[in-house]
């Protein structure tokens, strides 16, 4: 499922793609039915299915496991806790007011690119931030120890908000590639006589947010 090239970023969006599909039952899982139970290939195996014992009063749990958050963040290693983040954005509602009306696809488009600026400011901001400790770290000389281990705890907390800001910014540019992909793809239907002012089938899937 995962190739050694892909970054973060595809491994996300490949994954938010993955379980929006399996979800609404549009793509299944890897696996067949074995003695009477059914089990996910080899290249759907991961560590988290091993949790689910099998009974014959739930011959399908490794099944519906397979289309959960937990397991198709593990199927393209990326954190659950991500790929959560990225389908709850991928859901979130519109607000009310003269935008409710427009299709799902272009308020999930909007809803991203805002996201995206907010993000890669506060990247900037973080950055910023960061390089004025390092300017202090680089001019280490001879501190007495407290004020060294003061900017040493200062530049590893500095350093630790970058990465944040810089993983969510990752998150948020996977979710709004994904955006853009399915945007387009909602327009190329419309060019074939796809009702462009009924969104109904981009918003009224089942919930499997486990």
């Known amino acids: ?6 970054d973060a970023g595809a491994r996300l969006e490949r994954a938010l793609e993955t379980f929006l599909l399996r979800e609404s039952r549009s793509e299944s899982p890897a696996g067949a039915w074995q003695g009477g139970v059914w089990r996910p290939a080899a290249e759907e195996q991961r ?4 949790a689910i014992a099998l009974t014959p009063a739930n011959k399908q749990a490794l099944e519906a496991h397979c289309r959960t958050i937990v397991h198709v963040a593990a199927l ?21 007011g003269p935008d409710a009306r427009k299709p799902y696809a272009e308020r ?18 973080e950055a910023k931030r960061f390089a004025l400790v390092q300017q202090r770290v680089l001019s280490i000389g001879r501190e007495e120890p407290d004020a060294l281990a003061a900017l040493l705890e200062t530049a590893g907390v500095g350093l630790e908000r970058y990465i944040l800001a810089l993983q969510f910014a990752t998150e948020v540019e ?7 992909s399915a945007l387009a793809k909602f327009r190329s239907m419309g060019r074939f006589g796809f009702d462009g002012d009924s969104d109904e089938s981009f918003e009224k899937t089942p919930s499997n947010d486990q």
């Open 1 to 6: 499922m995962v190739s050694v090239s892909d």
């Open 108 to 125: 999930f488009f909007e809803a991203s690119s805002t996201a995206r600026e907010e993000a890669y400011a506060a990247l900037r901001s």
């Open 174 to 180: 996977a979710a709004y590639r994904f955006a853009t």
């Open 47 to 50: 560590a988290c299915c091993d």
């Open 76 to 96: 393209f290693e990326v954190p659950a806790t991500n790929l959560k983040r990225a389908v709850r954005a991928a859901r979130a509602p519109a607000r009310p």
